[in-house]
T-cell receptor, first 116, second 113 residues
Framework: GQQLNQSPQSMFIQEGEDVSMNCTSS?????WLWYKQDPGEGPVLLIA?????ELTSNGRLTAQFGITRKDSFLNISASIPSDVGIYFC????????????????FGKGTSLLVTP | NAGVMQNPRHLVRRRGQEARLRCSPM?????VYWYRQLPEEGLKFMVY????????ESGMPKERFSAEFPKEGPSILRIQQVVRGDSAAYFC???????????FGQGTRLTVV
């Protein structure tokens, strides 16, 4: 599958702060998705992006599909303790691309810790 | 509308035994994906199936691992002769249309002792 580079690897912030994380790829993608995973649970879909340049919000979360189609970012505004978890970006590549597969490729995640 | 259901949630097997993991996709979804997650790592794609067909198994180990999605019933990920290195969380996801947003189950945590 295609390699996704997600950064930062971890973040430790205070409640009320804004958070930004991003994901880059050496290949272009048709779709970018952002998931959150709590300990012991499966990933939960937060936001889906389908067009280059698209900016989409879901409550305090905002995500953008980069113009180059090789990157995406996720912002969380006014963080709260329940935002704690691991955030994964995932992308679907353009076919036909050798070894792109047909399924989502995931980044390694950004671990977010929020202190009250 | 129930979400993706995986069972069992936890599975313990001795080395050499077989592990069978089940996944029932969301209602109306005919595309199923299996992923493996090691502690503090991302999700690694294993296999993508559509009813009765394996579409992409490029992430599946060549030996001991197999997957199916029969016309009736859940998708099954089968691991034969398990080894300690197979210990991981295995997640299933489903989608209504190929290559669109996928929804995950809660996973099966396999421990090989």
């Amino acid at each position: 599958g295609q390699q996704l580079n997600q950064s930062p690897q971890s973040m430790f912030i205070q409640e009320g702060e804004d958070v930004s994380m991003n994901c880059t790829s050496s290949s272009i993608f048709n779709t970018w998705l952002w998931y959150k995973q709590d300990p012991g649970e499966g990933p939960v879909l937060l936001i889906a992006l389908y067009k280059a340049g698209e900016l989409t919000s879901n409550g305090r979360l905002t995500a953008q599909f980069g113009i180059t189609r090789k990157d995406s970012f996720l912002n969380i505004s006014a963080s709260i303790p329940s935002d704690v978890g691991i955030y994964f970006c995932a992308g679907l590549g353009v076919r036909p691309v050798e070894n792109s597969g047909y399924a989502l490729n995931f980044g390694k995640g950004t671990s977010l810790l929020v202190t009250p | 509308n129930a979400g993706v259901m995986q069972n069992p949630r936890h599975l313990v097997r001795r080395r050499g035994q077989e592990a069978r993991l089940r996944c029932s996709p969301m209602k109306g979804h005919s595309h199923v994906y299996w992923y493996r997650q090691l502690p503090e790592e991302g999700l690694k794609f294993m296999v993508y199936l559509q009813k009765e067909n394996i579409i992409d198994e490029s992430g599946m180990p060549k030996e001991r691992f197999s997957a199916e999605f029969p016309k009736e019933g859940p998708s099954i990920l089968r691991i034969q002769q398990v080894v300690r290195g197979d210990s991981a969380a295995y997640f299933c996801a489903s989608s209504a249309i190929e290559n669109t947003e996928a929804f995950f189950g809660q996973g099966t945590r396999l421990t090989v002792v």
